[in-house]
């Protein structure tokens, strides 16, 4: 069943144009992800929950049933959260007992505690569970993992599974793809050009006889080896040891040099053979990690793994399930 379609949306506002040529197709248990900016996702979840209409195009929806929840929404800070959730309970006619949902939201130790006194990352997860009272069966949600901690992302994506538990679709966005991997698999990213492009995050399938060969080889450094990118009339340089690491973003190798991305000619196939002596390792399908570079390993769930580098607490890189032990054979942990 389709809850919202949009149709060639265009949007503008004090002649400004902010969205464009978005068609989207919201149907029941969609999880849908999209990178986008704050104000591109503010005008988008206005539009999709009727509050503003589109400048031109058509939005269709089968269900007035759509909550948003956005990343700096306040709540009642002198309410406790069991006050708190109990008036939105009878608010939306909620009929379970509040307590058999505490635990999948992790509120427990804080159910009497006054929110002003909640960490950022309660808070996130109160306001969910405020969403979820409601049934919703379209939901959206801004930026939900932004300057959340470790552990606070951890119990975020347990909750996010318990409301996702029904039919209930979410449409997320976030500036951040990484953050987007964690909470979904189907991708889109938004320019004003094209609108929502698709993210073939899984175009470049790894051939499995290559990937167990290269299992196989050490390491052998001291090769000399630039990367080379094209930008307007240069050809730029890089050594292996300037890259963070590598993504491909529609089958487009992007490299992440000091909180910059570059785009290579070179598949990820390519870069992998070429830099696999280097020490840069493929922890995900869409990414090439320099394993120097990396110094946590956080497991969000027992099938979510992600990568923090030195230095960028807040950069998240996916490690794949599957690629989890060959690293520890690498890194020998």
Not at 72 to 100: H, I
Not at 304 to 327: A, C, D, F, Q, W
Request: net charge negative; hydrophobic share 40%.
């Amino acid at each position: 069943m389709t809850f919202v379609s949009l149709d060639q949306v265009m949007k503008e506002e004090a002649h400004r144009i902010i969205l464009k040529n978005v068609d989207l197709v919201i149907g029941e248990s969609s999880h849908i992800g999209i990178k986008m900016s704050n104000e591109e996702s503010v005008m988008l979840f206005d539009l999709i929950t009727g509050r503003i209409p589109p400048s031109s195009g058509h939005i269709y929806r089968e269900t007035e049933s759509i909550f948003s929840q956005m990343k700096d929404e306040g709540l009642y800070d002198s309410l406790t959260v069991q006050s708190y959730l109990k008036f939105f309970k009878e608010l939306a006619d909620y009929p379970d007992p509040l307590e058999e949902s505490i635990a999948a939201f992790s509120l427990l130790d804080v159910w009497g505690t006054k929110i002003k006194k909640l960490t950022d990352d309660q808070k996130r997860r109160v306001s969910l569970f405020r969403m979820s009272l409601f049934s919703p069966d379209v939901l959206l949600i801004e930026n939900p993992l932004d300057n959340l901690s470790g552990e606070g992302i951890e119990l975020y994506l347990k909750a996010v599974e318990h409301v996702r538990s029904g039919i209930t679709a979410t449409v997320i966005t976030s500036n951040s793809i990484e953050d987007l991997l964690l909470l979904t698999s189907e991708i889109y990213r938004y320019n004003q050009a094209a609108g929502l492009e698709k993210t073939d995050l899984f175009a470049e399938e790894t051939d499995d006889i290559l990937m167990q060969k290269k299992e196989s080889e050490a390491f052998k450094p001291n090769r000399v080896f630039k990367v080379t990118c094209k930008l307007a009339d240069k050809t730029i340089f890089f050594s292996p040891d300037e890259i963070d690491y590598i993504e491909s973003v529609n089958s487009v190798s992007h490299l992440r040099i000091n909180e910059e991305y570059f785009p290579t000619d070179l598949t990820m196939n390519d870069l992998e053979e070429k830099l696999h002596t280097f020490g840069f390792f493929r922890c995900h399908r869409s990414y090439l990690v320099n394993l120097q570079r990396v110094s946590e390993l956080i497991s969000y769930s027992k099938n979510s793994y992600t990568l923090i580098l030195k230095g960028h607490p807040n950069v998240k890189v996916p490690l794949s399930r599957t690629r989890l032990e060959e690293m520890k054979q690498l890194l020998d942990f």
